[in-house]
């Protein structure tokens, strides 16, 4: 089914200036960028959009590298997307990342890990709503 997915470019990534290349990704995959916009977090948004993780022993962690840099923000479209963007991104910790995917190629370890990718449809939705107006997601 045609689907909306959040993608997040961390502040690794940012800084080793990739963002082309992991849009570049992104459209070889068929995904589209209906939205984007780049943002230095503030502690309460990071806290906030990770709030599911809020009891895990790595919180504070992610949340410090979360707000170490600018990120780059942006909503996929395309069959799928879901699926196709984690596919993209590779597992979780780099270590564990199929060849060729995003966080082989660009991650350094499970924190800074260059990708955020929503992990369903329903916290596409709510991540999605998180960062971007209605009016700024334009279905194309
Ligand atoms: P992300 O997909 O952004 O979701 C939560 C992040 O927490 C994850 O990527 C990792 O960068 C980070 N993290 C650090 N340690 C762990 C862990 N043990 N399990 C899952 N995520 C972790």
């Known amino acids: 089914a045609l689907e909306r997915t959040i993608s997040i470019i961390k502040p690794d990534a940012v800084a080793k200036n990739v963002i082309g290349q992991i849009y570049a990704r992104f459209e070889q995959a068929g995904l589209k960028i209906v ?52 596919e993209l991104m ?26 955020h990718g929503s992990d369903s449809l329903e916290n596409a939705a709510i991540e999605i709503a998180y960062f971007f107006p209605q009016t700024d997601v334009y279905a194309r």
Request: aromatic share 8%; charged share 25%.
């Open 35 to 86: 939205a984007a916009k780049m943002k230095q977090l503030s502690r309460q948004e990071a806290e906030g959009f990770y709030a599911v993780h809020r009891e895990r022993p790595f919180f504070n962690a992610l949340v410090e590298f979360m707000v170490s840099g600018p990120v780059m923000i942006q909503v996929l479209e395309g069959e799928n997307a879901v699926a196709k963007n984690r």
């Open 90 to 115: 590779g597992a979780t910790n780099p270590k564990d990342a199929a060849p060729g995917t995003i966080r082989a190629d660009f991650a350094d370890s499970i924190d800074a890990n260059a990708v």
